[in-house]
């Protein structure tokens, strides 16, 4: 089985801050891992994704995010936060060895970044 | 490339109605997913397609729930004798075939509200 936690319902950050979104996996086999936002009545947008080769990836927006094999994360980060960033950011992960195709989400952490 | 769509982008009915649901993945994508996503939660496996076959169905989609995809493009999502539990954001994603990247795509969402 896998599985996605998302230990923050909200993150608060000052624009200008660096903000961070925590989120912690747990799969039998290696994991693809994913970042999507979602903004108000909107689909999820995809941000990054790790699936093999260099635990730091960067993607969209400025955003990256640090893969932990040991510690079973992958925590998203930007080092200067935007007004423009407050939304809702889903982690998502699916197991390499799965038969499925499925993703597994996290319950959401929403972020404010105020002016 | 135009991304995924999805039609209607919003619908209400009436308890025991039945409804349909439209997406049209990315062209090319072979592979396409549909997910649930209630209010203040993350999206839910529902089914996936990979072009006419559908190879996975979640215990979430229960008999009134059925999903084709007959012609390998476009999929349908009917929901027969809709419930008010039934209300929530339904999310089509599509995928490239293999060796096309692990990322999908996700569509605008189709929200339902079943009074």
């Known amino acids: 089985a896998q599985s996605v936690a998302q230990p923050e319902d909200q993150v608060n950050v000052a624009e200008g801050n660096p903000l961070t979104v925590k989120c912690t996996y747990s799969?039998?086999?290696?994991?693809?891992l994913f970042w999507y936002v979602q903004y108000p009545n909107r689909g999820l947008q995809f941000l990054l994704k790790?699936?093999?080769?260099?635990?730091l990836v960067k993607g969209s927006y400025g955003f990256e995010a640090e893969f932990n094999k040991s510690q079973t994360s992958f925590h998203l980060k930007k080092p200067s936060a935007l007004v423009s960033d407050s939304a809702l950011y889903f982690c998502?992960?699916?197991?390499?060895?799965?038969?499925?195709?499925?993703?597994?989400f996290g319950g959401g952490t929403r972020v404010l970044v105020k002016p | 490339d135009t991304g995924v769509s999805q039609n209607p982008r919003h619908k209400i009915t009436k308890r025991g109605q039945n409804v349909t649901f439209r997406c049209d993945p990315i062209?090319?994508?072979?592979?396409l997913y549909w997910y649930r996503q209630t209010l203040g939660q993350g999206p839910e496996f529902l089914t996936y397609f990979q072009n006419e076959a559908q190879l996975e169905k979640s215990r979430l989609l229960s008999d009134r729930f059925s999903a084709e995809r007959p012609k390998g493009s476009f999929s349908t999502l009917e929901i027969q004798r809709t419930e008010q539990g039934d209300s929530a954001m339904y999310l089509c994603?599509?995928?490239?075939?293999?060796?096309?990247?692990?990322?999908?795509?996700f569509g605008p969402g189709t929200r339902l509200l079943v009074l």
């Open positions: 994603a599509s995928r490239s075939p293999p060796g096309g990247g692990e990322t999908q795509y």
């Open positions: 799969v039998s086999g290696n994991p693809y």
């Open positions: 062209s090319e994508h072979n592979r």
């Open positions: 998502a992960v699916r197991d390499e060895e799965a038969a499925g195709n499925k993703l597994t």
């Open positions: 790790y699936i093999t080769g260099d635990n």
